[in-house]
């Protein structure tokens, strides 16, 4: 697995202090991304929380993904938590360091007492003697937050900083992606009573015991949520409920519980959303369609990154962008004067340099910026670079809907049909499309497309 090193410098350590307006909660920020530009620290917002309590909590799951691995445990994994401002609310997101858990802390308007929240995405510092202070706010006294240095501070920042060096994976990378592009084909599922979500999560294995059991599924009932020995219409797949864990922080405080997942299909495994409903607040994990099987290697982005469109699209959609919170492909459509599936492939592309994510409880996009480029996503994608080479060395001959693919000594027949490509390759026997498209099936696309490539095409 390819991997790097992201330096996070910040000013000082974040903290949890008491000052005269009370206890203040100073998140400090690494370098980052505004609508003015980069900014070695910047500043999101200053103002007091409505519910101080379970924010700290919420934050506390946040950062409690971010420091798991729920697959080969004896790997340390610690990144800090990504933070974006929208203007009207506060995002905090990570990934697990095995990349099959995403996590996503929105802190609405209505969470928010004090300053417009500013725009921009960067990372926060959350260090041990952080997350003891958080556990200990047992109470809703008043709390204030700032996000960013504080204003005496802003100009005086040129001193010693304080730096982490963290590994980033590049699969860790492609997941942000890969997490996108599956929350987009969810749909609500089951919603719980406070009650009836209690009951469920507490009902749930704490260790990991079961997570060799394969794929289990549960239903929407009367009750709340009801295991199903089989994935009937309406099943949401639970797969590895152990990691589900992290929403104990939370569990108590909550108004409703949100399960959101893909159409059924032929009982395969697939990946869900599990989204508490806070005041003022959502806390969301998203898992992947097994413990042992992160979102890096779905393949859900590869088709849209098998054009040069894409590409061309992406960069005029990502000056549309602006920071909102909600993004409406079909009001992107609208303004660039491309079709909705190529705004849809545009966002994709942005989604593997981490410029957009999705809210599945506004059933929309939104913006942000992470210090990644989709071309690092494209080159460390084993299967797309695969494909680039097929298709540059001419090993794809086309005949009507159906095409061949030399690949070293043996040669493959890709077949359209219904709009789908199968292989004869062992990956499409395999997964059966269930995991993205094979090699041959991506480099076919590519020729199809006329794409771009090194070296000619028959």
Request: glycine content about 10%.
């Amino acid at each position: 697995m390819t991997r790097s090193v992201q330096a996070l410098a910040y000013a000082r350590p974040s903290a949890l202090e008491s000052s005269q307006v009370g206890a203040v909660l100073g998140l400090e920020t690494a370098g980052g991304l505004t609508p003015r530009g980069a900014e070695a620290h910047p500043r999101f917002f200053a103002g007091f929380l409505s519910a101080p309590r379970i924010a700290a909590r919420g934050l506390l799951a946040v950062a409690d993904v971010a420091a798991a691995r729920y697959y080969q445990r004896a790997l340390p994994a610690s990144l800090d938590p990504v933070v974006t401002g929208n203007g009207d609310r506060l995002r905090f997101e990570s990934f697990s360091g095995c990349c099959g858990v995403y996590a996503r802390l929105d802190v609405l308007q209505e969470g928010l007492d004090g300053e417009r929240t500013g725009h921009g995405t960067t990372n926060v510092d959350v260090n041990n003697p952080l997350r003891d202070a958080l556990s200990r706010i047992t109470a809703d006294d008043p709390l204030h937050l700032r996000v960013g240095p504080d204003e005496l501070a802003v100009t005086t920042l040129d001193g010693p900083v304080v730096e982490k060096k963290v590994p980033l994976p590049d699969r860790w990378l492609r997941g942000f992606a890969e997490a996108q592009v599956a929350s987009a084909g969810f749909d609500l599922r089951a919603e719980l009573t406070a009650a009836q979500a209690v009951a469920f999560l507490r009902s749930l294995p704490r260790g990991s015991g079961n997570a060799a059991r394969g794929a289990q599924w549960v239903v929407a009932s009367g009750s709340g949520l009801r295991p199903t020995t089989r994935p009937v219409p309406g099943a949401v797949c639970l797969p590895g409920p152990e990691r589900l864990v992290a929403l104990q922080r939370v569990l108590r405080h909550a108004t409703a519980l949100r399960v959101y997942g893909p159409p059924v299909a032929d009982g395969a495994a697939a990946a869900s959303a599990w989204e508490v409903v806070l005041p003022g607040m959502r806390l969301t994990l998203t898992l992947s369609p097994d413990s042992s099987r992160g979102f890096s290697g779905e393949g859900g982005v590869l088709e849209a990154l098998a054009t040069d469109d894409a590409a061309a699209d992406a960069e005029l959609v990502s000056v549309l962008l602006a920071w909102e919170p909600r993004i409406e492909p079909a009001s992107l459509a609208e303004q660039s004067g491309l079709s909705a599936e190529r705004v849809r492939a545009a966002l994709t592309r942005l989604g593997t340099a981490g410029r957009v994510g999705y809210d599945l409880a506004d059933a929309a996009y939104f913006h942000r910026e992470l210090p990644y480029d989709a071309d690092r996503a494209e080159r460390h994608n084993p299967r797309l670079v695969a494909a680039r080479e097929l298709a540059g060395a001419g090993a794809v001959t086309l005949d009507g809907t159906l095409a061949s693919v030399s690949s070293g000594d043996r040669r493959y027949q890709v077949r359209q049909s219904d709009g789908a490509l199968t292989c004869t390759c062992q990956w499409w026997a395999d997964y059966r499309g269930k995991r993205g498209p094979c090699k041959h099936a991506l480099a076919v696309t590519m020729v199809r497309r006329g794409a771009t490539v090194a070296g000619g095409v028959r």
